[in-house]
T-cell receptor
Framework: AQSVAQPEDQVNVAEGNPLTVKCTYS??????LFWYVQYPNRGLQFLLK??????LVKGSYGFEAEFNKSQTSFHLKKPSALVSDSALYFC???????????FGTGTRLLVSP | ETGVTQSPTHLIKTRGQQVTLRCSSQ?????VSWYQQALGQGPQFIFQYYREEENGRGNFPPRFSGLQFPNYSSELNVNALELDDSALYLC??????????????FGPGTRLTVL
């Protein structure tokens, strides 16, 4: 069975500083991994995905994620945080051949001015 | 290009009632997935529809059912509502070309409150 873990309930960072939101996965076979962001009272917005290829994936709004097979991690990163990045971030995995997303519990990012 | 839309935005029902939630998929997409997001939790997969047929189901009872129409829009029906059904219901659409793994794009959700 596939699963995704987000070990931090909340991450606090000052505006302008780099941010990292952690995600580890347990997936049989090749992992398909995603990051979504959710703003209050809104649905999920797609940020980026890893299917295959380069371990560093670039996505929307300046976000990127690094796939690390040996550590089974897929951490979300941004070089310089904005206050407007404050939101709930979800990591998710998908089985090959069946489009069902399995989500982590989410990490709340709080960027202070 | 039109994104995923859902209706209604909010809904209040009482225990035992039935509810229907609607979703219009993004243009060019042929697959619709439904998720339940309880307060403070990540979304949980309910089921997926492809070519008007259920294409997989999560750990939800049969009182959760769905439909997909020829235009790829979809409905989620929940019978005999329980208090624990209170949640944000999310619809996501994607393109399935047969075994491919495409990105799912989500609608804004329907907030269901069961009293």
């Amino acid at each position: 069975a596939q699963s995704v873990a987000q070990p931090e309930d909340q991450v606090n960072v000052a505006e302008g500083n780099p941010l990292t939101v952690k995600c580890t996965y347990s997936v049989s076979g090749n992992p398909y991994l995603f990051w979504y962001v959710q703003y209050p009272n809104r649905g999920l917005q797609f940020l980026l995905k890893y299917i295959t290829g380069d371990n560093l994936v670039k996505g929307s709004y300046g976000f990127e994620a690094e796939f690390n097979k040996s550590q089974t991690s897929f951490h979300l990163k941004k070089p310089s945080a904005l206050v407007s990045d404050s939101a709930l971030y979800f990591c998710a995995s998908m089985n090959t051949g069946f489009q069902k997303l399995v989500f982590g519990t989410g990490t709340r990012l709080l960027v202070s001015p | 290009e039109t994104g995923v839309t859902q209706s209604p935005t909010h809904l209040i029902k009482t225990r035992g009632q039935q509810v229907t939630l609607r979703c219009s998929s993004q243009s060019g997409h042929n697959t619709v997935s439904w998720y339940q997001q309880a307060l403070g939790q990540g979304p949980q997969f309910i089921f997926q529809y492809y070519r008007e047929e259920e294409n997989g189901r999560g750990n939800f009872p049969p009182r959760f059912s769905g439909l997909q129409f020829p235009n790829y829009s979809s409905e989620l029906n929940v019978n005999a509502l329980e208090l624990d059904d209170s949640a944000l219901y999310l619809c996501a659409s994607s393109w399935d070309a047969g075994g491919s793994t495409d990105t799912q794009y989500f609608g804004p959700g329907t907030r269901l409150t069961v009293l």
